[in-house]
């Protein structure tokens, strides 16, 4: 009896090693390899298969590798951005977007697939959606959004990093900005239309919001920027969900106006901040909302116009000479509203003693 004790204690713990190895191996959802690396497989296919469906053994022998884990990694890559894809024979078949790539018909066609294929992949695309539009955060911050929000395991967070930054690299996605790295916007105002309102769907399901609960706009008043609030703010705020305020327009009336901009910051759940231009109400405003310890959404169109202490906090930059600004800033703002909201820490100033 004793003997049948220890076969079964053994026969557990090999079952439980088991279990936690297969739980590691499997818990990186994002592609292992950058856009282009995973763009191997297709193009061996293409140039030695003349594009025709194979099966994965074939696929191997022409990219000139063993069928064997590397290779299974790569494969995983590749269907992960969109490029090839088994179907029910078994056999590996290229997509139209990895067509469009591989052989494109204009100059274009191969950087507007590769941006798709980004907005394909799991996680990278979740955490360039996050980031689009603004300046990416130092590194340990950056870190700390990829494993605290979008789940990336910690043990794989700097394997994340590199893939993601290659990717967004080799997809002409960011540039630098001074010393600062932005991720640019592309996703343009009438494309991925079902993609940016399951993105705020996601964040709306993490976010209370109650029908009272207001977003104080803190913007200049005079031409053009005093006409962002009906075109870009208003929208912006009443698709999170909540009731736009903006000082002149809804509570200044008799009484003194610094008591009703007090009170308009104070009973709001989240603040935007236009910064263009440098307003000096604005920044006044701004000031008084950080003293509230009240989240703010900062937007500028000029990193000029943006104090070197406020860098720390998210911020959205905006590009007029894009034609399809308008629209990206509603969305870009909205989102950033509703993780406002779910993640204070990133849109609340801090003193350096925090």
């Not at 000479?321 to 849109?347: C, H, M, R, Y």
């Amino acid at each position: 009896m004793v003997a049948k004790k220890k076969k079964k204690s053994t026969t557990k713990k090999k079952t439980t090693k088991k279990s936690s190895s297969a739980q590691t191996s499997g818990a990186a959802k994002y592609p292992r390899h950058s856009i282009k690396k995973a763009l191997r497989i297709p193009r061996s296919i293409l140039d030695q298969n003349a594009g025709r469906a194979c099966t994965p053994v074939e696929s191997a022998k022409y990219a000139g590798v063993g069928y064997t884990g590397p290779y299974q990694m790569e494969l995983s890559s590749s269907k992960k951005y969109g490029l090839v894809e088994i179907k029910d024979d078994g056999k590996l078949h290229l997509t139209e977007l990895a067509k469009k790539i591989l052989r494109p018909k204009s100059d274009a066609d191969e950087l507007i697939g590769i941006r798709e294929a980004v907005l394909k992949a799991p996680q990278i695309s979740e955490v360039y959606k996050h980031y689009r539009g603004e300046n990416l955060p130092d590194s340990k911050f950056f870190k700390n959004t990829i494993i605290d929000t979008y789940k990336v395991p910690t043990e794989k967070s700097n394997e994340f990093q590199d893939v993601f930054f290659k990717t967004l690299e080799e997809a002409d996605l960011i540039i630098k900005h001074g010393d600062k790295t932005r991720v640019l916007d592309v996703t343009a105002d009438d494309a991925n239309i079902d993609e940016k309102s399951e993105t705020l769907r996601k964040l709306g399901r993490k976010v209370k919001i109650d029908s009272s609960d207001s977003c104080f706009v803190m913007q200049p008043f005079a031409f053009p920027l005093g006409g962002y609030y009906e075109k870009i703010y208003k929208p912006a705020i009443e698709k999170a969900g909540l009731k736009p305020v903006r000082a002149d327009a809804d509570i200044f009336g008799t009484g003194k106006i610094i008591d009703q901009v007090w009170r308009g910051i104070n009973e709001a759940k989240v603040l935007v901040a236009e910064l263009t231009s440098r307003n000096p109400n604005v920044f006044y405003e701004l000031g008084l909302a950080h003293a509230y310890r009240k989240p703010v959404v900062l937007v500028s169109s000029s990193d000029d116009d943006v104090p070197f202490d406020l860098r720390h906090i998210r911020i959205i930059y905006y590009d007029v000479t894009d034609p399809f600004w308008g629209p990206k800033l509603i969305d870009k703002v909205a989102e950033n509203i509703l993780s406002a909201i779910q993640n204070p820490e990133e849109a609340i100033f801090k003193s350096d003693d925090e």
